[in-house]
């Protein structure tokens, strides 16, 4: 397939923010794809394969079979595009997709999650070394909170707002209504700062007590 020749190998790094695509654009590059066009497919390859990638390995143990599920994730979504009725709902669409192969491969295989920072953390390599060790302090503490404060519904939630999608993008996504996601999504953040709140005044106890 010619999308395939410029697809970037997976690098298994967090996403990168600040660089959304437009809904518009969004738009004509799937319309674009619909009509056979590879190269559009491929940008959107490029824009959300990192985001694809971050959210299935977290949920798969096994690296190998996080690369092979988001690759199959992308050839799903070519082969059936046209079932994609809005074109500018492209990213909810794909990773409801997404979240379909997972769950195949849970029936097809028992996979142990993979530890959040294991998956998608990553250190800039222009941070001196006190930010990066505050920064893997920050990072330690937000696993800590995802693993122990969240439900699994709430990681599933917590996970797919590190992407680029809006709150309506995600409950499509998940099949809930735009309403209950806003509601969800702000109990999320409260119930998120509490538990880094208590992680924060433990980790210090324990610093000083050392």
Known sequence: MAWQRSMPSISGK????????ASVVVADLVAR?????GEAFGQLYDH????????????LSDREAAED????????????????RDDAAF???????ARNI???????NRFRPETWHEAV?????ALTPEAVAVQRDDARLLQEAREHCLSTGERELFDLLLTEMNDKQIAQVLGRTHGAIRTAH????????????MLGAVGGMYRARV
Do not use: N
Not at 102 to 108: H, K, L, S, V
């Open 14 to 21: 967090a996403p990168t923010t600040g660089e959304r695509l």
């Open 33 to 37: 794809a619909k009509r056979g066009d």
């Open 48 to 59: 959300y394969v990192e985001e694809v990638y971050a959210f299935v390995a977290v949920r």
């Open 69 to 84: 599920a988001t690759q199959t994730i992308f050839v799903r979504a070519l082969h059936s595009l046209s079932s994609c």
């Open 91 to 97: 990213p909810g669409w794909l990773f409801a997709i």
């Open 102 to 108: 997972i769950t195949d491969t849970y029936r097809a």
């Open 121 to 125: 953390e990553q250190e800039d390599p």
């Open 186 to 197: 702000y109990r999320l953040m409260s119930k998120l700062r509490e538990c880094l709140e």
